[in-house]
């Protein structure tokens, strides 16, 4: 089966100027996850969604980061406008989780690398 | 709130040399413990997994046992290869909404 698509993977910005990633995740898959990677720690989430609610966006930077999943498959991830720290790889990943199903696994997609300058 | 403790790396080892990442966890509730494995330039793969007291997750000659008495879950293999070389995450995932935390990652080395 096809894994979790991501694009683009590697984006240089400036700072102050905006950026968007994308991510269609597994076909069927009712759970999406994002999350930032800074380098040399592990993936800090960011949003999840359950087809096309936001289940947690407690950890995201609403002033700057926005998500959205609209009709419950692909998703965006938007900055406006990015600062330096938010250099990071930023995660997609999916799994067929639905409440009341236990354990099942996260899928990860290969990321998308941000570089602010 | 739930959290996960990785011993801090680098590690590198001789080829064949035995393997051990520690790994103990903070949780509420009954977790599930990982271990992903993101070699270069890819994404995060899952090694294996537990989802219960005393389960022991296997793959590709890796092992980890869930501890809840000890709340670790140790990452070990028995002759490691140049091809293991990549970093290791721990994570666990709790509560209703099944969401994934991660250790910091040991970055893992195994010279020829």
């Known amino acids: 089966e096809a894994g979790v698509a991501q694009s683009p993977r590697y984006k240089i910005i400036e700072k102050r100027q905006s950026v968007a990633f994308w991510c269609n995740p597994i076909?069927?898959?009712?759970?999406l996850y994002w999350y930032q990677q800074i380098l040399g720690q592990g993936p800090k989430l960011l949003i999840q969604?359950?087809?096309?609610?936001?289940?947690?966006d407690s950890q995201l930077p609403k002033d700057r980061f926005s998500a959205e999943r609209l009709k419950g498959v692909d998703s965006t991830l938007k900055i406006q406008p990015a600062k330096l720290e938010d250099s990071a790889v930023y995660l997609c990943a999916s799994s067929s989780y639905a409440s009341g199903k236990s354990n099942t696994e996260a899928f990860f997609g290969q990321g998308t690398r941000l570089t602010v300058v | 709130g739930n959290s996960v403790t990785q011993m801090e790396g680098p590690v590198t080892l001789s080829e064949e040399a035995f393997l051990t990442i520690n790994c103990t966890y903070t949780?509420?509730?009954?977790?599930?413990l990982f271990w992903y494995v993101q070699y270069p330039g890819e994404g995060l793969q899952l090694l294996l997994k537990a989802t219960k007291a005393d389960d022991k997750g296997s793959n590709k000659g890796f092992e980890a046992t869930y501890r809840k008495e000890t709340t670790s879950f140790h990452l070990e293999k028995g002759s490691v290869q140049v091809s293991d070389s990549a970093v290791y995450f721990c994570?666990?995932?709790?509560?209703?909404?099944?969401?994934?935390?991660f250790g910091s990652g040991t970055q893992l080395t195994v010279l020829p």
């Open positions: 969604f359950q087809n096309n609610g936001v289940v947690d």
């Open positions: 076909s069927g898959h009712a759970t």
């Open positions: 994570a666990l995932n709790s509560g209703s909404a099944r969401q994934l935390t």
């Open positions: 949780a509420t509730g009954y977790p599930s």
